[in-house]
């Protein structure tokens, strides 16, 4: 029996926090989650872009929001296959529930990770990425109603077991630094993993 049980990292930035394309750079399995949402430009990576027909069922959603009209979610199976997956604090508390109660079985180490960064470097990086004044204003004010109920996941430590880890980094950086959160990324899932190794092994120690 393989009781090596790789950690799940939840990444949640408002807009323009870097919190793509970090975990882009992290190189580790991320979730694509489905959108309905048009692709900004052609090859945009990050999302799953498909129609209101093919958007997966009710039944197959482990998270679900939506934004502008725009419907996005994750299924069961993207989550089995990754490490990461960029969300927000209202789909993490409903994410969280489910993973618990649905991959039980699995006792994955989940982190939560939130990528803090001030409102004048997100408004201008998302100028820089042709997103406009207005829109990039509209997606401050949106989010910062948005990310209010970030302190909701707090209270969901207390019924995760492994224990949720809540943890919070800056990136205010500019592009000659991107990177340096995704190895920040990467350090964690390799110390967890680690840790997860060293206790598969004790276990199969006891069972020989």
Same mark, same amino acid.
Do not use: W
């Given at each position: ?5 790789? !950690?799940? +990292?939840?990444?949640?930035?408002? *807009? ?7 975990? =882009?750079?992290?190189? %580790?399995?991320?979730?694509? *989650? ?14 799953? #872009?498909?129609?209101?027909?093919? #958007?997966? !069922?009710?039944?197959?959603? +482990?998270? #679900? ?16 296959? *990754?490490? =990461?997956?960029?969300? &927000? !604090? ?12 649905? %991959? ?6 989940? +982190? ?18 042709? &997103? ?16 209010? *109920? ?14 949720? +880890? ?28 680690? %840790? ?13």
């Amino acid at each position: 029996m393989n009781y090596v049980r790789k !950690p799940f +990292i939840l990444i949640m930035g408002k *807009s323009g926090s870097g919190k793509t394309t970090e975990t =882009l750079l992290s190189k %580790l399995p991320c979730v694509n *989650s489905y959108t309905t949402r048009p692709a900004r430009y052609e090859g945009e990576t990050g999302h799953t #872009f498909v129609t209101e027909e093919a #958007f997966p !069922p009710t039944s197959e959603q +482990i998270a #679900f929001t939506e934004f502008n009209g725009y419907k996005y979610c994750a299924t069961y199976q993207q989550i089995s296959d *990754s490490a =990461l997956y960029v969300i &927000d !604090p209202d789909g993490a508390i409903e994410f969280i529930p489910k993973f618990r109660s649905k %991959l039980a079985n699995s006792y994955r180490q989940l +982190i939560c990770i939130y990528i803090e960064t001030s409102p004048f470097v997100r408004f201008k990086r998302m100028v820089q990425r042709g &997103d406009g004044i207005r829109h990039a204003i509209g997606r401050i004010k949106h989010d910062r109603r948005k990310f209010k *109920s970030l302190n909701e996941i707090e209270k969901l430590q207390q019924n995760c077991f492994p224990p949720l +880890i809540l943890l919070k980094v800056k990136n205010n950086y500019s592009k000659k630094y991107a990177g340096t959160i995704a190895k920040y990324l990467n350090t964690i899932y390799n110390y967890c993993t680690n %840790l997860s190794l060293r206790d598969a092994q004790e276990v199969q120690n006891e069972e020989t």
